[in-house]
């Protein structure tokens, strides 16, 4: 399937769904390299609607901080790793810190 049949189908679900994340989620990571503002969109849109879904915190970290927007990336960051932790999601908290890491030494940021 092109990527403009998943995007297509993506918004059908999103439409059916309206109250499930991972449309959104998939929509978000689907524009990530071809419609950068669609992508802020869909990225904004979890962040505040589906704050609580926590896929979303890495790929929005590292989304935001390609953008060069460094503050909007960090707090993503600290949102994320703190959800991770209220929802014992080791796994995540792991690759959320260590992306945290590597974004503050590759941004020189403390």
Do not use: C, W
């Given at each position: 399937?092109?990527?403009?049949g998943?995007?297509?189908?993506?918004?059908?679900?999103?439409?059916?769904?309206?109250?499930?994340?991972?449309?959104?989620?998939?929509?978000?990571?689907?524009y990530?390299?071809?419609?950068?503002?669609?992508?802020?969109?869909?990225?904004?849109?979890?962040?505040e609607k589906?704050a609580?879904?926590?896929?979303t915190?890495?790929?929005?970290?590292?989304?935001f901080?390609?953008k060069?927007?460094?503050?909007?990336?960090?707090?993503?960051?600290?949102?994320?790793?703190?959800?991770?932790?209220?929802?014992?999601?080791n796994?995540?908290?792991?690759?959320?810190?260590?992306?945290?890491?590597?974004?503050?030494?590759?941004?020189?940021l403390?």
């Amino acid at each position: 399937m092109s990527n403009l049949g998943r995007i297509e189908q993506l918004l059908d679900f999103a439409k059916e769904e309206p109250d499930n994340p991972f449309n959104f989620y998939a929509l978000a990571l689907e524009y990530q390299n071809s419609n950068i503002q669609k992508a802020t969109y869909y990225f904004d849109l979890l962040l505040e609607k589906f704050a609580d879904y926590l896929p979303t915190y890495y790929h929005a970290g590292l989304f935001f901080e390609k953008k060069d927007e460094l503050e909007k990336a960090k707090s993503i960051f600290v949102k994320g790793i703190s959800l991770a932790k209220a929802k014992n999601d080791n796994h995540a908290q792991r690759e959320l810190q260590n992306a945290y890491q590597n974004f503050l030494f590759e941004n020189d940021l403390d």
